[in-house]
């Protein structure tokens, strides 16, 4: 099953009202390919997420940057994937490197986000990735694996899924991971999801790269046979983002 390529762009804590209406009418304005190419998704805070699912183009669609783990109820400052279902907003973003390492999100907590998520009805961009230590020790894989279990271990449709291979290093840092390690460890993941998931899941699964993507490393990385996208931070807030969406046409090409 041919695997369309997927541009995310996660705004993070970013933005006044009016700059995320200019970021709008900027990717509202681009030329980019259609959506049997490339599935454009942008993550703006909570806050935004109504104005901009209601200014944006029709072919672009939105996310989240989290949701409550379980059905809403008194968790005072959280938001529930029923709300989110209820307003229409398709995707979620979870387990993002950010939330694991600052708010102490276990892989355990973000795998049972993630199932919660999926049974309410939303799709899932899974986030996983090791830290500069992680990697100089050698233990990325290993990192990455147990991350990536403690979702398979919940999940039992991936259709819904896109995993994200995020090194902390290379987030927001400008220091990129080479295509050549980008690919090693997309490979590595979609072997693991063949070994312990299933064939089909392996070869439908987007993995996508997140860490320091911008207009000018996007193409190379795209040419990459297991980066089926990104997941782009600081440059998603930039006209740039125009660019990483366009790299999609490098992969058919390839
Ligand atoms: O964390 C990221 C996307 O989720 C990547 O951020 P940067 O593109 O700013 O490095």
Redesign the pocket.
């Given at each position: 099953m041919g695997r369309t390529f997927f541009v995310g762009g996660?705004w993070k804590c970013n933005g006044t009202f009016d700059e995320v209406k200019k970021i709008v009418t900027t990717l509202n304005e681009a030329e980019v390919p259609s959506e049997d190419v490339v599935e454009v998704v942008v993550s703006p805070p909570f806050v935004f997420l109504s104005v901009v699912k209601s200014l944006l183009r029709s072919d672009f669609h939105v996310a989240a940057q989290n949701c409550w783990v379980r059905k809403g109820g008194a968790f005072t400052g959280e938001v529930s994937a029923e709300m989110l279902v209820n307003l229409g907003i398709p995707w979620v973003i979870l387990g993002?490197s950010e939330r694991r390492l600052l708010l102490n999100e276990s892989n355990e907590f973000v795998g049972d986000k993630v199932a919660y998520a999926l049974s309410q009805g939303l799709k899932v961009i899974a986030?996983v990735g090791e830290t500069l230590e992680q990697r100089e020790s050698g233990s990325t894989m290993a990192v990455v694996a147990a991350q990536t279990k403690a979702i398979a271990d919940q999940v039992s449709n991936w259709s819904n899924v896109v995993l994200a291979y995020?090194p902390v290093w290379?987030?927001?840092t400008g220091k990129v991971a080479t295509p050549a390690q980008a690919q090693d460890v997309h490979s590595e993941l979609r072997k693991w999801l063949q070994d312990n998931v299933g064939a089909e899941v392996a070869a439908s699964t987007r993995i996508i790269y997140?860490?320091?993507?911008n207009g000018a490393n996007c193409k190379e990385l795209a040419t990459k046979p297991d980066v089926d996208g990104f997941?782009?931070?600081?440059?998603s807030l930039k006209p740039e983002f125009i660019d990483i969406i366009k790299s999609a046409t490098v992969k058919k090409n390839v």
């Open positions: 996660n993002h986030c995020e290379a987030i927001g997140g860490g320091s993507v997941l782009v931070g600081g440059a």
